[in-house]
């Protein structure tokens, strides 16, 4: 059982907790920060189970906050967009036992969204484990909702649903959901590593990669569906594009990073077990008839690294070429640990064409990176500041590609600012609470390269004669100017 998913599930004692931290806040309710604090704020929008409220005229525009969305259940799984007007999507998942019905949450806000009343959401699925967002080229949400396959028919593993909405988003009734596929294995990593296995083409089509463990039946699986792919699960296709042997054994990709050309061509960032055991972080194209797994081609890039510890993301420029971050656990005999970026602008399947940077952060920066690029092709990135500081941010203006880039970063939001918005005092023979802030970032750009983040956070408690634990988790949304 995930050790996060085991501490404090008492209903009970959690709305004690609540109580006593005062965290029933009615909707629009806000809480600024002490004299000498960051200039964000907290808001904690209600769940709408539907309406379209006509919003107010906008105000001045904010350009900087910062949101939590619910303080009861906890959330998790945050996944942040930002479409061509500026509106602001979000996507993120509750956090809680099986018979609790864990649910995907959907908002949206089109302007002033420092104001909660301009932020709309809707619940959507049962058993929800995680969620990942994407909006097609028109703006549209399409959700990837992946569900315990425990709580819909006992059985094991996750399900994979396809939910897309086309207009007036914040109301339930214009979503439609369907299964796209059911694996039988259980990604054990689901609620706490960084999850991108999702992506739509640049036709807006949906598509995914998932491992498998159906007897007579395992491996890793490209789905793909091109027509009605939220209506009709018999749209959906899947092609085997992990290796196997003789006996069956299959190929298993660790975190895989899916992505799309102007050309509709997929492109693949995974750490692959292999056949013969070993592992190592590999980029793959397919170019044509992807539904062949011979036409899935691969380059072994770099070394994974040791433990839990590790990250990474891909992201294509407007030509296609692959950019990626990539955080790599320890090395035997020292080092590792630390923040990369890699480019490759031609023959990518040739690993010597790939160039390797290092940015000097201090081993422990970096971790859960998440990888975005300007329209000229800027890489801008968000991360986990080590030692539980919260939040930073990395970018490149100049020379990003070319050897010699003037790369800058800063931190972007404390975990202090966490403790002071939401508060939630130590248990019985604990002396210390606290927030750490900044993992599994989500972010995403507005038209003019201002950074989106969406972002998980634990609450965290120790001292006194107690062990050191966790009691609440959630999902939290931050936006800033580019610096």
Same mark, same amino acid.
């Given at each position: 059982?995930?050790?996060?998913?085991?501490?404090?599930?008492?209903?009970?004692?959690? @709305?004690?907790?609540?109580?006593?931290?005062?965290?029933?806040?009615?909707?629009?309710?806000?809480?600024?920060?002490?004299?000498?604090?960051?200039?964000?704020?907290?808001?904690?929008?209600?769940?709408?189970?539907?309406?379209?409220?006509?919003?107010?005229?906008? $105000?001045?525009?904010?350009?900087?906050?910062? @949101?939590?969305?619910?303080?009861?259940?906890? *959330?998790?799984?945050?996944?942040?967009?930002?479409?061509?007007?500026?509106?602001?999507?979000?996507?993120?998942?509750?956090?809680?036992?099986?018979?609790? #019905?864990?649910?995907?949450?959907?908002?949206?806000?089109?302007?002033?969204?420092?104001? $909660?009343?301009?932020?709309?959401?809707?619940?959507?699925?049962?058993?929800?484990?995680?969620?990942?967002?994407?909006?097609?080229?028109?703006?549209?949400?399409?959700?990837?909702?992946? /569900?315990?396959?425990?709580?819909?028919?006992?059985?094991?593993?996750?399900?994979? #649903?396809?939910?897309? =909405?086309?207009?007036? =988003?914040?109301?339930?009734?214009?979503?439609?959901?369907?299964?796209?596929?059911?694996?039988?294995? *259980?990604?054990?990593?689901?609620?706490?590593?960084?999850?991108?296995?999702?992506?739509?083409?640049?036709?807006?089509?949906?598509?995914?990669?998932?491992?498998?463990?159906?007897?007579?039946?395992?491996?890793?699986?490209?789905?793909? =569906?091109?027509?009605?792919?939220? /209506?009709?699960?018999?749209?959906?296709?899947? *092609?085997?594009?992990?290796?196997?042997?003789?006996?069956? /054994?299959?190929?298993?990709?660790?975190?895989?990073?899916?992505?799309?050309?102007?050309?509709?061509?997929? &492109?693949?960032?995974?750490?692959?077990?292999?056949?013969?055991?070993?592992?190592?972080?590999?980029?793959?194209?397919?170019?044509?008839?992807?539904?062949?797994?011979?036409?899935?081609?691969?380059?072994?890039?770099?070394?994974?690294?040791?433990?839990?510890?590790?990250?990474?993301?891909?992201?294509?420029?407007?030509?296609?070429?692959?950019?990626?971050?990539?955080?790599?656990?320890?090395?035997?005999?020292?080092?590792?640990?630390?923040?990369?970026?890699?480019?490759?602008?031609?023959?990518?399947? /040739?690993?010597?064409?790939?160039?390797?940077? #290092?940015?000097?952060?201090?081993?422990?920066?970096?971790?859960?990176?998440?990888?975005?690029?300007?329209?000229?092709?800027?890489? &801008?990135?968000?991360?986990?500041?080590?030692?539980?500081?919260?939040?930073?941010?990395?970018?490149?203006?100049?020379?990003?590609?070319?050897?010699?880039?003037?790369?800058?970063?800063?931190?972007?939001?404390?975990?202090?600012?966490?403790?002071?918005?939401?508060?939630?005092? $130590?248990?019985?023979?604990?002396?210390?609470?606290?927030?750490?802030?900044?993992?599994? $970032?989500?972010?995403?750009?507005?038209?003019?390269?201002?950074?989106?983040?969406?972002?998980?956070?634990?609450?965290?408690?120790?001292?006194?004669?107690?062990?050191?634990?966790?009691?609440?988790?959630?999902?939290?949304?931050?936006?800033?100017?580019?610096?």
């Amino acid at each position: 059982m995930n050790l996060w998913l085991s501490t404090f599930r008492n209903v009970t004692w959690l @709305l004690f907790l609540a109580v006593a931290a005062g965290l029933f806040f009615p909707p629009g309710a806000a809480a600024e920060n002490p004299p000498g604090g960051q200039n964000f704020k907290v808001y904690l929008p209600a769940v709408t189970k539907g309406g379209d409220a006509t919003n107010p005229p906008p $105000p001045v525009e904010v350009t900087k906050g910062g @949101l939590f969305f619910k303080s009861n259940p906890k *959330t998790n799984s945050a996944s942040a967009a930002v479409d061509a007007n500026g509106g602001m999507h979000f996507a993120f998942a509750d956090f809680g036992p099986l018979n609790s #019905h864990p649910q995907a949450n959907y908002f949206y806000c089109a302007t002033g969204c420092d104001n $909660p009343a301009n932020w709309h959401g809707v619940l959507l699925g049962d058993y929800v484990d995680e969620v990942q967002l994407a909006l097609t080229p028109a703006g549209q949400p399409r959700l990837l909702i992946t /569900t315990s396959r425990v709580g819909e028919s006992g059985s094991y593993g996750n399900s994979f #649903h396809y939910a897309a =909405c086309n207009q007036n =988003c914040t109301n339930p009734a214009n979503w439609s959901m369907t299964l796209a596929a059911a694996s039988a294995k *259980t990604d054990t990593g689901i609620f706490d590593q960084p999850q991108h296995y999702f992506a739509l083409d640049a036709l807006g089509r949906p598509r995914l990669v998932y491992n498998d463990e159906w007897p007579n039946d395992s491996g890793v699986y490209y789905a793909a =569906c091109d027509t009605a792919c939220n /209506t009709n699960p018999a749209n959906w296709s899947k *092609t085997k594009i992990g290796l196997e042997d003789q006996w069956s /054994t299959s190929e298993t990709f660790e975190m895989p990073v899916l992505k799309f050309n102007s050309q509709n061509q997929p &492109r693949l960032l995974a750490n692959i077990t292999t056949l013969d055991n070993t592992s190592g972080l590999y980029y793959l194209e397919c170019n044509a008839n992807c539904a062949s797994l011979a036409n899935w081609q691969r380059v072994r890039l770099l070394d994974r690294g040791n433990g839990p510890d590790v990250g990474w993301d891909m992201e294509l420029d407007a030509a296609g070429r692959p950019r990626m971050i990539f955080y790599q656990g320890s090395l035997d005999g020292g080092g590792g640990n630390s923040l990369q970026y890699a480019w490759c602008n031609g023959s990518c399947l /040739t690993d010597s064409n790939w160039t390797l940077t #290092h940015f000097g952060l201090p081993q422990g920066d970096g971790l859960y990176p998440d990888l975005a690029l300007t329209g000229a092709g800027q890489p &801008r990135i968000a991360y986990k500041l080590s030692g539980g500081a919260g939040l930073g941010y990395l970018w490149c203006n100049v020379n990003c590609h070319a050897g010699g880039g003037q790369w800058s970063a800063q931190p972007v939001e404390a975990s202090s600012v966490l403790d002071n918005d939401f508060p939630i005092p $130590p248990p019985n023979f604990c002396t210390n609470a606290y927030w750490i802030g900044g993992y599994r $970032p989500s972010l995403a750009l507005d038209s003019q390269g201002n950074p989106r983040i969406g972002y998980d956070a634990l609450h965290l408690f120790g001292g006194g004669t107690c062990a050191t634990g966790s009691d609440f988790r959630a999902a939290r949304y931050t936006f800033f100017p580019q610096p």
